[in-house]
């Protein structure tokens, strides 16, 4: 095991739980993004449909 001083310990908290966050944020924002694309592509379907183009 590495021996860290208390800074560079803190250090790599702040880095994991950063890039856990991240992790996060990207997670949700790709299942907004396709959320959103899908609710598109149905309304898209639903215009060609009523309006017969």
């Keep these: 095991m590495l021996h860290l001083t208390g800074s560079e310990f803190v250090l790599n908290i ?3 739980a ?3 966050l991240q992790r996060q ?3 949700k924002f790709s299942k907004v993004f396709s959320t959103i ?3 598109s592509i149905s309304q898209e ?3 060609e ?3 017969g183009c």
Excluded: L, P, Q, Y
């Design 14 to 16: 702040i880095r994991f």
């Design 18 to 20: 950063a890039a856990k």
């Design 25 to 27: 944020i990207i997670d």
């Design 37 to 39: 694309a899908e609710t």
């Design 45 to 47: 379907s639903i215009n």
């Design 49 to 51: 449909v009523v309006t």
